[in-house]
């Protein structure tokens, strides 16, 4: 065997970038530390392992997750792949068997000629080349050893946050822009005003929703200091409308009224693209948060640019620390997956795609990849590795970091049809034009 890259964690980006590496004829030492050391998530001893939902989202070709999965088989990616052999029914979404399909993966990277699977924790930044794909659940020695490298303050080690929504999702016949007691900065606040039977119903639904099981390592410093909204909910049927739902200073244009109670949504950005939940930071599942924040009046189309999350979770402040190649500079250490900061399992997947062709083309002397910023994962990138990027936080998908069209179509369907439609164009001429990394990629 010629050259060898040490991979090191086994889950959805590692298991990729192993695959990937190999189907370039290079050696990989893939290296899981499960099962002798268990992450808090994770159940088994299986390569990519799904931690939580089994929906790998939408496959609409028009949507920003449909996309990305567009330029994943193009791009050839073996995870896809799998996940396809492993679907279950889903409506316009990729949902797999979970256990089938980390037994496929496994199978697949076992059965390489070019990988040798090491279970063992890896706990100081390997010599000679390496992908780091450790996942936000990293150990902690290994995430020790990439700080003292990058600087702590360069690291985040914990995650509370509220779900983020796209703002063309939004029902403007019923959200309406006003600050409290119509103070500065109206605009920056939207508010989705309930009556008292919604806001019954939808203490209900958030009080039965299904929990992201609370782990013991995540009780200690969390829930003192900032509640999940279903735990308040749980102090009394009225807490949050004294709380984060809170009407006060608030009139309703519609009624002329102060609501009985209110979600107000706070911009993400001065382009007012996106706008998170005030106070709803959630350990609710992905789905049920889709389906219980969806009943806010105004939310009923609501797209989540991100789910709320309360766990640990491990990411380097990538745009101030990475390269454009998620190389750590002076190092052979290149990131890879959720401890870059990019979020979700596709997500996952393509950076560890990714960070195997920039390990490649580093070997074989080649150029780095620089996808175009106009697609799915291109524009991902583009945010996560831009020093001007402030406040990095994990981030999927979504069209809202794509540039703009020169001609943007007043239709959203139109618009994102058009946005999608450059993206592909804009990948396809990439891809042609590097037959040194993609050549017969396409799966
Ligand atoms: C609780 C929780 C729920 C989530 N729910 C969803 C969801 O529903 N949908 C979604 O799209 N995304 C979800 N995510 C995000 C999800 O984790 C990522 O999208 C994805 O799994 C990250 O892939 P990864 O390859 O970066 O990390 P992982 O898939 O976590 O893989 C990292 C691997 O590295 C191993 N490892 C860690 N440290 C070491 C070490 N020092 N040496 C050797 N091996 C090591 C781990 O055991 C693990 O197998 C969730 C995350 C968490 C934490």
């Not at 290079?26 to 808090?40: D, F, H, T, Y």
């Not at 994962?377 to 990027?389: H, I, K, M, R």
Request: proline share 6%; hydrophobic share 40%.
């Amino acid at each position: 065997m010629g050259q060898v890259v040490t991979v090191v964690g086994g889950g959805l980006a590692g298991s990729e970038c192993a695959l990937q590496l190999a189907r370039r004829g290079l050696g990989v030492r893939l290296c899981e530390q499960r099962p002798a050391k268990a992450s808090p998530a994770h159940h088994g001893a299986l390569l990519a392992e799904l931690v939580c939902s089994n929906s790998l989202k939408s496959t609409k070709p028009d949507s920003a997750a449909g996309l990305l999965k567009w330029e994943l088989g193009l791009m050839g990616s073996e995870l896809l792949e799998v996940a396809r052999t492993c679907a279950v029914p889903a409506g316009g979404a990729l949902a797999v068997d979970r256990d089938r399909f980390s037994a496929a993966v496994t199978e697949r990277v076992e059965s390489s000629p070019l990988i040798e699977v090491v279970r063992e924790e890896v706990t100081s930044i390997p010599e000679g080349p390496c992908v780091i794909a450790a996942g936000p659940l990293c150990s902690d020695a290994l995430f020790s050893a990439i700080a003292e490298r990058v600087g702590g303050e360069r690291m985040s080690f914990y995650d509370a946050a509220a779900p983020i929504v796209d703002a063309d999702s939004l029902d403007r016949s019923v959200v309406f822009e006003q600050s409290r007691y119509g103070g500065e900065g109206a605009g920056d606040y939207l508010n989705c005003p309930m009556g008292r039977e919604e806001y019954d119903a939808f203490m209900e639904a958030l009080l039965s929703a299904e929990r992201v099981i609370a782990r013991d390592f995540e009780q200690a410093d969390l829930f003192c200091a900032c509640q999940p909204v279903e735990e308040v909910a749980r102090t009394g049927h009225d807490s949050l409308r004294f709380g984060a739902m809170k009407p006060v200073g608030l009139v309703d244009p519609r009624t002329g009224r102060r609501p009985w109670a209110a979600v107000q949504l706070r911009a993400e950005s001065a382009s007012r693209a996106a706008y998170n939940l005030v106070g709803f930071q959630t350990n609710l599942t992905w789905p049920e948060q889709r389906r219980v924040f969806r009943m806010i009046p105004g939310l009923g189309e609501a797209e989540f640019l991100r789910y709320g999350v309360m766990h640990r979770n491990s990411f380097v402040d990538t745009p101030h620390t990475l390269d454009a190649t998620f190389a750590i500079p002076g190092t052979r250490a290149r990131l890879a997956g959720q401890i870059t900061g990019t979020e979700g399992y596709v997500e996952a997947i393509a950076s560890g795609l990714l960070a195997a062709l920039n390990m490649a083309a580093e070997l074989a002397g080649c150029e780095p990849v620089r996808l175009p910023a106009t697609g799915a994962l291109g524009s991902l990138v583009a945010y996560a590795t831009d020093p001007q990027t402030t406040g990095y936080q994990p981030m999927h998908v979504n069209f809202g970091l794509f540039p703009p069209l020169e001609n943007p179509p007043r239709n959203k369907a139109e618009r994102r049809a058009a946005l999608a439609e450059r993206g592909r164009a804009d990948l396809a001429a990439y891809v042609g034009s590097r037959p040194d990394l993609f050549a017969g990629a396409a799966r």
